[in-house]
């Protein structure tokens, strides 16, 4: 067993762990973290992901003993005390980035990392940063559309969107998409 | 709507945002694999390394020495209580229907078959003691070729029966009365096209991985499972068990996807329910990413051999399919009818006047196949819109404009098809004139030809894919007729409580397509509450007792129905008890706007929830009028639900390298009318990339010993983000005319339409090569050798101008 002090979602934890256990596994089964998830187990879906030190690492792929010492936010505590969650997961509620839900723990970690390293990505940085990361429901269209969202609440160049409610979101009645002349392009 | 100024804004066609993300998306959420009982013990499974061997001995004795160990047992151990696993769907009377242990007793029949199980005080413990375990194997000759399966002499999956052909089903035209034969048509035609198409394996790959918890403790044995169907799965515990149903509660909690994966009653839940009764204890059982992709079911998987005969104008005048379809080494839930939920939908939206199929069920040493994503629908969409463009190119003609002169008119609807089916409603024109539209077709054409002159190294393709469906699965007599074991209603009921708050329950059981929200949007409208004063509750036989569950995007067309129904008996049974409030004969109020009004005086108004206070005081009503407005309804479908849509793919394929990039994608869909947009346009998203991906990407694939090569996502390519195109999606709207809310299914068109849409497109790029086709998934290697074997040997004919 080996003696391991994290600090995770704000709150230290001191533990004996088997030197195999996993992250993954150190959260959600002796911290009861269960907001983060696992889909496979070959690094391959990133479900997993929780960001460690400020950077996103698949909790999968650490050992809790590796992870000794370090500070680890994972998708329960990315909203703030008073419930107001994250641009990016505003976003996601707002762009319908998500349906089973499965993936989007990891999802919405992979892409806090991401703007946290490109402010500015372009729709085609957000699907190589997110790469990482499968979803099997959205097809990717719209959690790039919620990254970007996020990415705009975050330079504060939009203010923060409530909840859309009954009014239907830009774009989403009849012509869902881009005219012609974008497809033409 | 009229007086909008009195009502509630409606639900109903509004894209609201979902209800069922404030929990997933903070991580407060249900997973199975997230439950924890007191005492609870984990499972780990030991699975068969063989494709076919004899188990010549197995002793899980050291096993139960290892520390942490509280139980182990075989299918030996268990072979008089364990049952076989069920399947409900023999599609003929001579269906060859073999033993199905959960754990095998004498023989393994695939890769990844549970052959024992360890209990264990955690999950380490349990796989740990895996490894004790002794086993040995006679290996036995596998077969996995469908095609050797059926020759004579080859090695039998199931020694007992003496075949491995599982069963025949045929179609004929000429027997149903619907149209003329198909050997007559072929004779006659000027045109014939024959061409094989091969339905690769496919693995559905839902995030969430299965997972099942069984708590023994409780008068009701209780099964948490990751599953599509918790209603089914309880009959199916029962029914193969026989502990009787009321004894048993099935709960499907937060489920991570399914897409036909999870439409499943499998061999890990029946092992976690024996293990939880001899042990008296809660187990757990999570399976890895691994033994999902091995011992999951499957999905596709067919040989299809299509006949289409035409005249030089066009005119098509018969179609004949021979399909030979994998049925894996064992049946499961609905294994066998997957394909014959194809039978009907091969001659597409066209008026064929001669119709033929044939379809045959082969065993292999294979993982079982069974629904996934379309089953059966989007391997007949595939081969007729392949074969159309097939035809296209042979006759020289635009595909758009062939299919324009063999479709179903709008005019001609409701149209009764050679398939015998009845197409309620659709709109060819609308749907492909919009496509046509957005894509900018005419201009890609004339980027197509001067390409081909420049003899540009990046070919441009265009790829047309027009299709209908039948979902909403289904009219119960249809099932009937087709040797399904269950009928295909739905039921929904309505409780208001008190305060005017609204339960809704449903017996469909969504895994990500949103049916709180929508449910929510229904409710609203119908009983003139507030959107957030409704909550529905799903997935627990306890709370919904009665329900068919999701699959065959059935949901909103049979449950949506439902409960539609269900909350006008809420209005029905509030009527009298409105007039009392309002002191008016029932017969002169109308339910408009969300509220009881007297006629000619709309300012007198009483609500659902003024009727729900005065229920629950009961202090003063009407003379013989029940003191309750719960209602609850079960609607079984007339017809099927045909939505239907034109999806056109451009590709730009590397002819030096084989490499394909779709270019652009635009899909024109028509689902009737719709509930809520954002929703319907996500399941369209998830399902166009989901063809694409059997397109381009996705396969599972066996070496010759029977091993699967793509165990895991480093093998199976599951699409990610980079890897899909951004898409364009529109629609056209044509309302169901059997549907309350004229809706029709959504949740598999997009997987039905685009494959075809996305290898129409490539092919259609390289057939200045003399290519006439690509196997998918047309990776880059797949398509460089296609140009390669083509040009080296180009078939006669097959070089166009």
Same mark, same amino acid.
């Given at each position: 067993?080996?003696?391991?002090?994290?600090?995770?979602?704000?709150?230290?934890?001191?533990d004996?762990?088997?030197?195999?256990?996993?992250?993954?596994?150190?959260?959600?089964?002796?911290?009861?973290?269960?907001?983060?998830?696992?889909?496979?187990?070959?690094?391959?879906c990133g479900?997993?992901?929780?960001l460690?030190?400020?950077?996103?690492?698949k909790?999968?792929?650490?050992l809790?003993?590796?992870?000794?010492?370090q500070e680890?936010e994972?998708?329960?505590?990315?909203a703030?005390?008073?419930?107001?969650?994250?641009?990016?997961?505003?976003?996601?509620?707002?762009s319908?980035?998500?349906?089973?839900?499965y993936?989007?723990p990891?999802?919405?970690? /992979? %892409?806090?990392?991401?703007? $946290? @390293?490109? +402010?500015? *990505?372009?729709?085609?940085?957000?699907?190589e940063?997110?790469?990482g990361?499968?979803?099997?429901?959205?097809?990717y269209?719209?959690?790039?559309?919620?990254?970007?969202? /996020? %990415?705009?609440?975050?330079? $504060? @160049?939009? +203010?923060? *969107?409530?909840d859309?409610?009954?009014?239907?979101?830009?774009?989403?009645?009849g012509?869902?998409?881009?005219?012609?002349?974008e497809v033409?392009? | 709507?009229?007086?909008a100024?009195?009502?509630?804004?409606?639900?109903?066609?509004?894209?609201?945002s979902?209800k069922?993300?404030?929990?997933?998306?903070?991580g407060?959420t249900?997973?199975?694999?997230n439950?924890?009982?007191p005492?609870?013990?984990?499972?780990?499974?030991?699975?068969?390394p063989?494709?076919?061997?004899?188990i010549?001995?197995?002793?899980?004795?050291?096993?139960?020495?290892a520390?942490?160990?509280?139980?182990?047992f075989?299918?030996?151990?268990v072979?008089?209580?364990q049952?076989?696993?069920?399947?409900?769907?023999?599609?003929?009377?001579?269906?060859?229907?073999p033993?199905?242990?959960?754990l095998?007793?004498?023989?393994v029949?695939?890769?990844?078959?549970?052959?024992?199980v360890?209990?264990?005080?955690?999950?380490?413990?349990a796989?740990?003691?895996?490894?004790?375990?002794?086993?040995?194997?006679?290996?036995?000759?596998?077969?996995?070729?469908?095609e050797?399966?059926?020759a004579?002499?080859a090695?039998l999956?199931h020694?007992d029966?003496?075949?491995?052909?599982c069963?025949?089903?045929?179609?004929d035209?000429?027997?149903?009365?619907?149209?003329?034969?198909?050997?007559?048509?072929?004779?006659?035609?000027?045109?014939?096209?024959?061409?094989?198409?091969?339905?690769q394996?496919?693995i559905?790959?839902?995030?969430?991985?299965?997972?099942?918890?069984?708590?023994?403790?409780?008068d009701?044995?209780?099964?948490?499972?990751?599953?599509q169907?918790p209603?089914?799965l309880?009959?199916?515990l029962a029914?193969?068990?026989?502990?009787?149903?009321?004894?048993?509660?099935?709960?499907?909690?937060?489920?991570?996807?399914?897409?036909?994966?999870k439409?499943?009653?499998?061999?890990?839940?029946?092992?976690a329910?024996?293990?939880?009764?001899?042990?008296?204890?809660?187990?757990?059982?999570?399976?890895?990413?691994s033994?999902?992709?091995?011992s999951?079911?499957?999905?596709?998987?067919?040989?299809?051999?299509?006949?289409?005969?035409?005249?030089?104008?066009?005119?098509?005048?018969?179609?004949?399919?021979?399909?030979?379809a994998?049925?894996?080494?064992?049946?499961?839930?609905?294994?066998?009818?997957?394909?014959?939920?194809?039978?009907?939908?091969y001659?597409?939206?066209?008026?064929?006047p001669a119709?033929?199929?044939?379809c045959?069920?082969?065993?292999?040493?294979t993982?079982?196949?069974?629904?996934?994503?379309?089953?059966?629908?989007?391997?007949?969409?595939?081969?007729?819109?392949?074969?159309?463009?097939?035809?296209?190119?042979?006759?020289?003609?635009?595909?758009i404009?062939?299919?324009?002169?063999?479709?179903?008119?709008?005019?001609?609807?409701?149209?009764?098809?050679?398939?015998?089916?009845?197409?309620?409603?659709?709109n060819?024109?609308?749907?492909?004139?919009?496509?046509?539209?957005?894509f900018?077709?005419?201009?890609?054409?004339?980027?197509?030809?001067?390409?081909?002159?420049s003899?540009d190294?990046?070919?441009?393709?265009?790829?047309?894919?027009?299709?209908?469906?039948?979902?909403?699965?289904?009219?119960?007599?249809?099932?009937?007729?087709?040797?399904?074991?269950?009928?295909?209603w739905?039921?929904?009921?309505?409780?208001v409580?008190?305060?005017?708050?609204?339960e809704v329950?449903?017996g469909?059981?969504?895994?990500?397509?949103?049916?709180?929200?929508?449910?929510s949007?229904?409710?609203?409208?119908?009983?003139?509450v507030?959107?957030e004063?409704?909550e529905?509750?799903?997935g627990?036989t306890?709370?919904?007792?009665?329900?068919?569950?999701?699959y065959g995007?059935r949901?909103l067309?049979?449950?949506?129905?439902a409960?539609?129904?269900?909350?006008e008996?809420?209005?029905?049974?509030?009527?009298?008890i409105?007039?009392h409030?309002?002191?008016?004969?029932?017969?002169?109020?109308?339910?408009?706007?969300g509220a009881?009004?007297?006629?000619?005086?709309?300012?007198?108004?009483?609500?659902?929830?003024?009727?729900?206070?005065a229920v629950?005081?009961?202090?003063?009503?009407?003379?013989?009028?029940?003191?309750s407005?719960?209602?609850?309804?079960?609607?079984?479908?007339?017809?099927?639900?045909?939505p239907?849509?034109?999806?056109?793919?451009?590709?730009?394929?590397?002819?030096?390298?084989?490499r394909?990039?779709?270019?652009?994608?635009?899909?024109?869909?028509?689902?009737?009318?719709v509930?809520?947009?954002?929703?319907?346009?996500?399941?369209?998203?998830?399902?166009?990339?989901?063809?694409?991906?059997?397109?381009?990407?996705?396969?599972?694939?066996?070496?010759?010993?029977?091993n699967?090569?793509?165990?895991?996502?480093?093998?199976y390519?599951?699409?990610?983000?980079?890897?899909?195109?951004?898409m364009?999606t529109?629609?056209?709207?044509?309302?169901?005319?059997?549907?309350?809310?004229?809706a029709?299914?959504?949740?598999e068109?997009?997987?039905?339409?685009?494959?075809p849409?996305?290898?129409?497109?490539?092919?259609?790029?390289?057939?200045?090569?003399?290519?006439?086709?690509?196997?998918?998934?047309?990776?880059?290697?797949?398509?460089?050798?296609?140009i390669?074997?083509?040009?080296e040997?180009?078939?006669?004919?097959?070089?166009?101008?």
């Amino acid at each position: 067993m080996s003696r391991i002090s994290l600090k995770v979602d704000g709150v230290r934890y001191d533990d004996d762990v088997d030197p195999r256990t996993l992250l993954v596994h150190h959260l959600r089964e002796h911290l009861g973290k269960v907001g983060t998830v696992v889909g496979c187990d070959t690094t391959n879906c990133g479900a997993c992901t929780v960001l460690m030190g400020g950077k996103s690492v698949k909790s999968c792929t650490v050992l809790a003993a590796q992870a000794d010492g370090q500070e680890i936010e994972t998708v329960e505590g990315l909203a703030g005390k008073d419930g107001s969650l994250h641009p990016v997961q505003q976003a996601f509620h707002d762009s319908h980035a998500l349906q089973c839900g499965y993936c989007t723990p990891g999802m919405i970690m /992979a %892409a806090v990392d991401l703007l $946290a @390293e490109n +402010p500015e *990505p372009t729709d085609d940085e957000v699907r190589e940063g997110l790469e990482g990361n499968l979803c099997r429901c959205t097809g990717y269209q719209n959690i790039v559309r919620a990254v970007q969202d /996020a %990415a705009a609440v975050m330079r $504060a @160049e939009v +203010p923060a *969107p409530r909840d859309a409610g009954t009014e239907p979101m830009e774009g989403t009645r009849g012509t869902t998409s881009p005219a012609a002349e974008e497809v033409a392009r | 709507m009229t007086t909008a100024e009195a009502g509630p804004t409606p639900q109903v066609g509004a894209a609201r945002s979902r209800k069922e993300d404030a929990r997933l998306i903070t991580g407060r959420t249900m997973w199975t694999e997230n439950i924890t009982l007191p005492g609870m013990l984990h499972l780990a499974i030991l699975r068969s390394p063989m494709a076919h061997a004899r188990i010549t001995h197995l002793d899980v004795g050291p096993a139960l020495e290892a520390p942490g160990v509280i139980a182990a047992f075989s299918g030996r151990d268990v072979a008089d209580v364990q049952g076989s696993m069920p399947c409900a769907w023999p599609v003929t009377e001579d269906t060859v229907v073999p033993d199905y242990p959960p754990l095998a007793v004498d023989e393994v029949r695939h890769t990844g078959e549970p052959v024992a199980v360890v209990a264990a005080r955690d999950r380490a413990s349990a796989m740990d003691a895996l490894e004790a375990i002794e086993v040995d194997y006679e290996p036995l000759p596998v077969v996995l070729g469908m095609e050797e399966a059926l020759a004579e002499n080859a090695p039998l999956v199931h020694g007992d029966q003496g075949t491995n052909k599982c069963y025949t089903w045929t179609f004929d035209s000429v027997q149903a009365g619907t149209g003329g034969d198909v050997a007559a048509a072929e004779a006659d035609a000027e045109v014939v096209v024959k061409r094989r198409y091969t339905q690769q394996r496919l693995i559905p790959a839902f995030m969430e991985p299965r997972s099942v918890v069984v708590d023994p403790t409780g008068d009701q044995i209780t099964m948490w499972s990751a599953t599509q169907i918790p209603h089914i799965l309880r009959l199916m515990l029962a029914m193969v068990t026989g502990i009787p149903e009321h004894k048993v509660r099935v709960v499907a909690p937060d489920v991570g996807g399914g897409f036909g994966g999870k439409l499943q009653v499998t061999p890990e839940e029946f092992i976690a329910f024996v293990a939880a009764q001899r042990t008296g204890r809660p187990v757990k059982y999570t399976e890895s990413r691994s033994d999902t992709m091995m011992s999951g079911h499957h999905g596709r998987d067919q040989i299809q051999d299509v006949t289409l005969s035409a005249r030089r104008d066009g005119t098509v005048t018969g179609l004949s399919i021979r399909l030979l379809a994998n049925m894996g080494a064992y049946l499961g839930i609905v294994t066998p009818g997957v394909p014959i939920l194809g039978a009907f939908m091969y001659n597409a939206i066209y008026k064929f006047p001669a119709y033929r199929f044939e379809c045959t069920g082969v065993f292999t040493n294979t993982t079982k196949t069974d629904a996934y994503r379309g089953a059966g629908r989007p391997e007949a969409t595939f081969a007729i819109e392949r074969a159309m463009d097939e035809l296209a190119a042979e006759l020289d003609m635009d595909p758009i404009e062939l299919r324009r002169r063999n479709w179903i008119k709008h005019e001609e609807f409701p149209f009764t098809t050679v398939a015998t089916l009845t197409y309620d409603s659709g709109n060819y024109e609308a749907a492909t004139d919009r496509a046509m539209e957005l894509f900018g077709y005419d201009a890609l054409r004339r980027e197509q030809a001067e390409r081909r002159r420049s003899g540009d190294r990046v070919q441009l393709g265009i790829g047309v894919s027009t299709y209908t469906e039948m979902c909403g699965l289904a009219p119960s007599r249809v099932l009937g007729s087709l040797r399904y074991g269950a009928g295909g209603w739905e039921n929904a009921s309505v409780r208001v409580l008190p305060t005017g708050k609204v339960e809704v329950i449903t017996g469909t059981s969504p895994h990500g397509q949103s049916h709180e929200t929508a449910w929510s949007q229904i409710a609203a409208d119908q009983l003139g509450v507030a959107f957030e004063d409704v909550e529905v509750l799903h997935g627990d036989t306890r709370t919904s007792p009665k329900g068919l569950d999701t699959y065959g995007s059935r949901s909103l067309a049979v449950g949506g129905a439902a409960l539609v129904h269900a909350c006008e008996r809420v209005v029905e049974k509030a009527r009298p008890i409105a007039a009392h409030l309002l002191e008016c004969d029932p017969a002169d109020l109308e339910f408009t706007d969300g509220a009881f009004r007297v006629r000619g005086t709309p300012e007198a108004a009483k609500t659902i929830a003024d009727c729900s206070l005065a229920v629950f005081t009961s202090h003063d009503l009407p003379e013989g009028v029940e003191p309750s407005l719960d209602s609850d309804a079960t609607y079984d479908p007339a017809n099927f639900s045909f939505p239907h849509g034109t999806h056109l793919c451009a590709t730009e394929v590397d002819t030096e390298t084989g490499r394909v990039r779709i270019r652009s994608y635009v899909a024109v869909d028509d689902v009737g009318r719709v509930v809520n947009p954002t929703i319907v346009e996500g399941q369209l998203h998830g399902g166009i990339a989901q063809g694409i991906a059997q397109a381009l990407y996705e396969e599972a694939s066996y070496d010759n010993d029977g091993n699967l090569l793509t165990g895991s996502f480093v093998d199976y390519l599951v699409p990610g983000a980079p890897d899909l195109p951004h898409m364009v999606t529109d629609r056209t709207e044509t309302p169901a005319p059997d549907h309350p809310l004229g809706a029709k299914g959504v949740g598999e068109a997009g997987t039905i339409a685009s494959t075809p849409a996305v290898v129409n497109a490539i092919v259609d790029a390289l057939r200045p090569y003399g290519v006439t086709d690509v196997p998918m998934p047309c990776m880059p290697e797949r398509v460089w050798r296609a140009i390669r074997d083509a040009r080296e040997g180009a078939p006669e004919g097959s070089e166009r101008s």
